[in-house]
Antibody, heavy 120, light 106 residues
Framework: QVQLVESGGGLVKPGGSLRLSCAASGFTFSDYYMSWIRQAPGKGLEWVAYSSSTGTTIDYADSVKGRFTISRDNTKSSLYLHMTSLRAEDTGVYYC?????????????WGQGTLVTVSS | DIQMTQSPSALSASLGDRVTISCRASQSISTWLAWYQQKPGKAPKLLIYKASSLESGVPSRFSGSGSDTEFTLTISSLQPDDFATYYCQQYSSHSTFGQGTKVEIK
């Protein structure tokens, strides 16, 4: 069965950096677009970034553009999110999720999430 | 960016009730719309995609309809497991979510 396991969250000071990882199993990772989605405490869902199956096409929400970098290693079935210049408003649970094989779209499978807290 | 507006923000309903949640897009998204269910402390779960296609394993009491800018999620007979927050998501241009609808016990 599909499994997505996020890691790397934690407490970081404003202006700091953090790298999240998502380990995938149970499906052919290299066939699928993947995304990061976040949820601030008590708030709704916000799409953050996506990567095409090969990593050649990526896109970001305006709120993180220039600060976050999504990448993937298909040999390790892993997705990453490198976050820099972190702000208090970046606090929340970060989920990785599968999209579709040929395009970005809806999010079929989700990980359990990893909590990022930006605070001094 | 395409904005998604859900209504109501919250509702109270009883077991067995028919529940309807609406989602409106700020511009036409054809049928590029999905619905998710989220319970406290858990990841969202896909219910419906392409406006009306039921995800495998999701009970048939859930259904979706609509196109263009107006969409609806219907739960035909509310069950104890259905008390949760529901989100719509457009994937016509990038991806944006509605603000959520919390379904509570009456």
């Amino acid at each position: 069965q599909v499994q997505l396991v996020e890691s790397g969250g934690g407490l970081v000071k404003p202006g700091g950096s953090l790298r999240l990882s998502c380990a995938a199993s149970g499906f052919t990772f290299s066939d699928y677009y993947m995304s990061w989605i976040r949820q601030a405490p008590g708030k709704g869902l916000e799409w953050v970034a996506y990567s095409s199956s090969t990593g050649t096409t990526i896109d970001y929400a305006d709120s993180v553009k220039g600060r976050f970098t999504i990448s993937r290693d298909n040999t390790k079935s892993s997705l990453y999110l490198h976050m820099t210049s972190l702000r208090a408003e970046d606090t929340g649970v970060y989920y990785c999720a599968t999209e579709q094989q040929l395009t970005a779209g809806f999010f079929q499978h989700w990980g359990q999430g990893t909590l990022v807290t930006v605070s001094s | 960016d395409i904005q998604m507006t859900q209504s109501p923000s919250a509702l109270s309903a009883s077991l067995g009730d028919r529940v309807t949640i609406s989602c409106r897009a700020s511009q036409s998204i054809s049928t590029w719309l999905a619905w998710y269910q989220q319970k406290p402390g858990k990841a969202p779960k896909l219910l419906i995609y392409k406006a009306s296609s039921l995800e495998s394993g999701v009970p048939s009491r859930f259904s979706g309809s609509g196109s263009d800018t107006e969409f609806t999620l219907t739960i035909s007979s509310l069950q104890p497991d259905d008390f949760a927050t529901y989100y719509c998501q457009q994937y016509s241009s990038h991806s944006t979510f509605g603000q959520g609808t919390k379904v509570e016990i009456k």
